[in-house]
């Protein structure tokens, strides 16, 4: 089944602890992006990449990094995690620019 | 920047009624528009698209959205809604160079269809 998987699907952490969200596609997109969602501003970009050693910033950068080392795996690092940067996180993937993103199932994030 | 507005944040439907979701974008160039439903608890799935050619678009689930070039819109629409359509639909917008994998979104709409 084509999908975008997401690990974790809940998390809670403390501040500071450096913590990984994994994201991985089984349909050779070469696009992939991460979002976060939060009540009342709908979903932002935090970063995107174009394919496998290309990423690039989206609107919300601040706090996150990600590495595209292989086409199907895309993870999102918090290295500091604050409270600032509790929310909900979508992956998302596709195949070229003019098809849809199809998205994870999302992984709600805690921090304390 | 691109920006996406949907002017109503929740939207209360009977059964079987029309509804039309608004989204307005702010762009002046030409972009691609997309309208995603979330269910509870799940990710985004995409009800339809717009590329090019024809303004009226038809989805999934009996959805269809009209693109209005002169007034930057792209409103949703559904004749006659079902329970099951009681979900949050988000509206979105990219620019034709980053397409699908740069998109900017509206803070959505959560649609409820009472019985």
């Known amino acids: 089944e084509a999908q975008v998987t997401q690990n974790p699907r809940y998390l809670i952490t403390v501040t500071g602890k450096k913590l990984t969200v994994t994201c991985s596609q089984n349909?050779?997109?070469?696009?992939m992006s991460w979002y976060r969602q939060d009540p009342g501003l709908g979903l932002r970009q935090i970063y995107y990449?174009?394919?496998?050693?290309?990423?690039d910033k989206g609107d919300v950068p601040e706090g996150y990094k990600v590495s595209r080392k292989e086409k199907r795996n895309f993870p999102l690092i918090l290295e500091s995690p604050s409270p600032n940067q509790t929310s909900l996180y979508f992956c998302?993937?596709?195949?070229?620019?003019?098809?849809?993103?199809?998205f994870g199932q999302g992984t709600r994030l805690t921090v304390v | 920047a691109q920006s996406v507005t949907q002017l109503d944040s929740q939207v209360p439907v009977f059964e079987e009624a029309p509804v039309e979701l608004r989204c307005n974008y702010s762009?002046?160039?030409?972009?691609?528009l997309f309208w995603y439903v979330q269910y509870p608890n799940q990710g985004l799935q995409l009800l339809l698209k717009?590329?090019?050619?024809?303004?009226l678009v038809k989805g999934i689930n009996g959805f269809e959205a009209e693109f209005n070039k002169s007034q930057t819109s792209f409103h949703l629409r559904k004749p006659s809604v079902h329970i099951s359509d009681t979900a949050e639909y988000f509206c979105?917008?990219?620019?034709?160079?980053?397409?699908?994998?740069?998109?900017?979104f509206g803070t959505g709409t959560r649609l409820t269809v009472i019985p």
């Open positions: 998302a993937s596709s195949f070229r620019i003019r098809t849809e993103a199809f």
């Open positions: 349909m050779n997109h070469e696009y």
């Open positions: 990449s174009m394919n496998v050693e290309v990423t």
């Open positions: 762009s002046s160039v030409s972009v691609y």
């Open positions: 979105a917008v990219s620019d034709r160079q980053t397409g699908a994998n740069n998109l900017f």
């Open positions: 717009y590329l090019s050619g024809s303004t």
